[in-house]
């Protein structure tokens, strides 16, 4: 899963891309309004964390223009303010959750996650196909009951696939999903990453649909 940081304080910003990254999330940052606009209207994001004291522009206009231009990623707002006034004005700019600084991370990523799993139609923590589960709070992969282990980039391919189960994805959407801005792009790693899936996990965990990208089915619907 792929995150966006819009933080201006560098020690807080670099902090919050340590943790999340630890966690398992590509993440691209930014230091102001004007960039965090940018990215978040021209890149693919699971999810934004938006502080609303932005320099050049605040965090409540750049969350109003990107509902404006139809950007519908969930958004986490991040600020000092605390009063009910600005969470409301938050929630109503479209934000979709909101956190006041000073905060747990370990918080923080467990809404984070929430809004990955509501905006992809999952209400469960555990993500589930056939005998393959993943936790997404413990970041434990198992099938049939036994741990498998997974290379944090494996790992972040079977959870987007399974966070969007039943849908075919195109590899552009992985590559734009689970790495962060500077990958190359060109790469070859997705295929290489779907095949040693296969391999842990059982041949037929991902459908490859020729043309058009992969697919991850419940066993009994999965077709080759």
Do not use: C
């Amino acid at each position: 899963m792929r995150v966006l940081i819009v933080e201006d304080e560098p020690n807080l910003r670099n902090q919050l891309q340590a943790t999340l990254e630890g966690a398992g999330y590509a993440v691209d940052t930014a230091s102001d309004g004007e960039e965090g606009h940018y990215l978040g209207s021209t890149e693919a994001y699971d999810a934004i964390i938006l502080d609303l004291g932005l320099p050049e522009i605040d965090g409540l206009t750049v969350l109003d223009r990107w509902r404006k231009e139809g950007r519908t990623m969930p958004v986490l707002v991040l600020t000092a303010r605390d009063s009910w006034s600005d969470k409301v004005a938050g929630l109503d700019a479209g934000a979709d959750d909101y956190v006041a600084k000073p905060f747990q991370s370990e918080e923080l990523i467990a809404r984070l996650r929430a809004l990955i799993r509501r905006a992809s139609g999952n209400a469960s923590a555990e993500l589930i196909a056939g005998d393959i589960r993943l936790d997404t709070r413990s970041g434990k992969v198992t099938k049939a009951g036994e741990p498998v282990k997974l290379t944090a980039q494996e790992y972040k391919l079977l959870s987007y696939l399974l966070h969007h189960k039943g849908k075919v994805v195109s590899r552009t959407e992985l590559i734009e999903h689970i790495y962060d801005q500077d990958f190359d792009r060109d790469s070859n790693t997705i295929e290489v990453f779907v095949t040693r899936i296969r391999k842990k996990l059982g041949a037929d965990v991902i459908t490859t649909i020729r043309g058009l990208g992969y697919s991850l089915d419940e066993p009994s619907e999965a077709s080759v």
